[in-house]
């Protein structure tokens, strides 16, 4: 047992320090804001009142304790001593927020759309040219990153422009006046029956990447969750490495994977190429496909958007 917690430690300290150096490119801190409104980075506060939600919510829905067992055992592991607490066998899935036991957990899954599970993404994937000639056609409308609708992807480094997102839907919340901008792009997000709606935890954005950039290793708040990319433009140099798993970008293609393991994304493409060499796709949640409608229902009573704080 030693000898595996040391092999574990050893192969955290090696991925991170190998996948966060810069070897000459600019890298961005860990995706952490401190917006008073994010509710991943604010998620503390909220902590002591879920107990008493849950025991509001059994009281009109006592049929939930029986279908919903991992879920309220995760709530009750929040007031326990973090070293008390229930924690994933891989010592690289260490979601920030929220630990639900028993899911099933792969880094990346990379059978993607051809899973069974996962076959809705092919509704997406059929419409990819539709999606980027949408996003194109708004992308070269707006001095990207500077201007409305589109904004930096919130960091502990936000001054930089290199990283950027036009959001569709922001802690479960739809954004109207971007959706209308993308209206083909929006209705085939709302027709995917598993995306994560009115839950605080669900987004939905185009994400652009400049060139030479490195997003250093960080964990999302919850297990959950899978988090989807449909890339745009894949051009050459681009990794996403997700646990001790790595992958690239292809056209129209799905990349799907855990994002509560930790994981980085680096670009260490140049500038020739459309958009000036950016990486640019299509960022949405779903439901990790274990997780029933019973205890999704109770998740949305637990974190609905009301919970995020302006």
Known sequence: MIAEIACSIILFWILWNFYSGTRGSEVLSTP?????????CTFGRFVDQLPSRVSDLLRVEPELEGSCARIIEAVNDLGKPPGDRVTALDSLQRPTAIFVPRLKAKPIWHEGASLPELAFLRLLEASVDDIRDEFVRVYQSQAFGQKEPFALVETNDASRSSWTSLELLNQGRLIERNCALVPQTARLLQCLPELLREVAFGHAYFS????????????GP???????HLPLFAPRGCRLVVGDESTDWEYGKCVVFDDSFLHSVQHDGDRSGPLG????VLLFDIWHPQVTTAERRLLNKLFPVESVGG
């Open 32 to 40: 952490v804001c401190s917006r008073p409104g994010c509710f991943r």
């Open 208 to 219: 652009v990447l400049q060139p030479g950039i490195r997003v250093k290793p960080h964990c």
């Open 222 to 228: 919850c297990n959950f969750r899978l988090r989807c």
């Open 277 to 280: 060499g950016c990486r640019v």
